[in-house]
């Protein structure tokens, strides 16, 4: 199982800040995807990247893919109390059947 | 609505009894996973299954088993249950191929008691 892991754990921050979590590994990962979770629900995906140092960018986040395709990064601007849930973070590599493994996420509180 | 149904989504059950977890997974996907998700562990791998053959194995325990049936339904039965088995279990599919998209149920909520 390739580890992945994701910082920080627990974030609060008031509507309007920047923030940025991360996810990091010692592995080489096919594409990495992010997904987000809400209390009692299951993740659901927000963005796949795929090729080493690609942004993506879905309207107030910005996703990144490291050069090595080892990490990635999750940078959310002008945060507002939609945008609270659990980030998750998952590789996916050929070796390991492309099955999914999670980091554990980053638990994101926004006030307003 | 994601197209993955689970069944149970609530289960109370007694230390050393036997559940089964079901999991319809959503037209056209060949490959189903199953993960637990506790507060301490996070979401954890448990397998994996594509059109009925087990592709990957994670954390799961020798207690624990699950297949895929040819219709492509997916049961995940524990046995001799722990309370430390007391978690949310989520079941998700997909299409199987490098970089898809994993659509989740809204998973089964086990206490053992």
């Known amino acids: 199982t390739q580890l992945l892991e994701q910082s920080p754990q627990f974030l609060s921050i008031q509507e309007g800040e920047n923030l940025t979590v991360y996810c990091n590994s010692s592995?080489?990962?096919?594409?990495l995807q992010w997904y987000r979770q809400e209390p009692g629900e299951g993740p659901v995906l927000l963005v796949t990247v795929v090729t080493g140092g690609e942004v993506k960018k879905l309207k107030r986040l910005t996703f990144q893919f490291g050069d090595a395709r080892k990490d990635s990064s999750l940078h959310i601007t002008a945060a507002q109390p939609g945008d609270t849930g659990l980030y998750l973070c998952a590789g996916l590599s050929s070796n390991s059947g492309y099955a999914l493994n999670f980091g554990k996420g980053t638990s994101l509180l926004v006030t307003p | 609505d994601s197209g993955v149904t689970q069944t149970p989504k609530h289960l109370i059950t007694a230390t050393g009894q036997r559940v089964t977890l079901r999991c319809s997974p959503r037209s056209g996907d060949l490959s189903v996973y199953w993960y637990q998700q506790s507060l301490d562990q996070g979401l954890q791998f448990l397998i994996q299954?594509?059109?009925?053959?087990?592709?990957a194995k994670g954390n799961i325990l020798e207690r624990f088993s699950a297949q895929q049936f040819p219709d492509l339904h997916s049961e995940l039965n524990l046995s001799s249950l722990e309370l430390g088995d007391s978690a949310l279990y989520f079941c998700?599919?997909?299409?199987?191929?490098?970089?898809?998209?994993?659509?989740f149920g809204q998973g089964t909520r086990l206490t053992v008691v």
């Open positions: 592995s080489v990962f096919s594409s």
């Open positions: 998700a599919s997909s299409s199987g191929t490098a970089n898809t998209e994993a659509f």
């Open positions: 299954y594509y059109n009925g053959e087990e592709r």
